[in-house]
């Protein structure tokens, strides 16, 4: 669960509480069930610092959509309009409910929804890993200038080991004499 202090809109919470409500009303099998229940998901949520007030206001929102019929008669399809913003604190709750407002009294045809995406973090701005020297890359084409055969001699080919090792390793004429493979 989340904790009640946490950076998160208001909303998120209260759907979190709606949402194991609907999973306990649907799993219990008596209305004693389902109130025991309850009582187990409101200890839950108050020892993670949700107020009391905010649960019982959602599960009371819950059984009214449950036991209260709906009558909507729509003529005309609404238009969903949905946007993105970046979550801000009680600064979106704000904006939110302003745009909200002037939407539903300017366009009332308009089903206009606000969803929220987190921002930067820490991570996103720092690198996840250093890219390794392309030297070291493996798998890669080449093409070398051999200076025993000429300056008219290249050799052009693929690698399995790394750019580096190919041109200096022991497996080709390409290798540079060291101290110990020098003749004498």
Do not use: W
């Amino acid at each position: 669960f989340y904790n009640a202090q946490s950076f998160i809109p208001e909303s998120y919470k209260s759907n979190l509480i709606y949402i194991l409500v609907y999973r306990v009303f649907n799993i219990a099998s008596s209305y004693a069930i389902f109130h025991a229940d309850l009582q187990i998901l409101k200890s839950k949520f108050l020892k993670n610092g949700f107020s009391s007030v905010l649960f019982d206001l959602t599960v009371c929102k819950f059984l009214d959509r449950q036991y209260t019929p709906e009558e909507q008669i729509t003529t005309v399809k609404r238009m969903r309009v949905t946007m993105v913003l970046p979550y801000l604190g009680p600064l979106s709750v704000f904006i939110k409910r302003r745009l909200t407002k002037l939407v539903n009294k300017f366009y009332p045809l308009v089903d206009f929804k606000i969803i929220y995406r987190r921002g930067r973090t820490i991570g996103s701005l720092l690198a996840y890993k250093d890219k390794p020297p392309l030297k070291c890359s493996s798998s890669t084409a080449y093409k070398i200038e051999c200076e025993s055969c000429g300056s008219s001699a290249t050799h052009v080919g693929k690698t399995t080991n790394t750019t580096h090792e190919r041109p200096h390793g022991t497996n080709g004429h390409l290798h540079p004499p060291t101290k110990s493979t020098a003749p004498p």
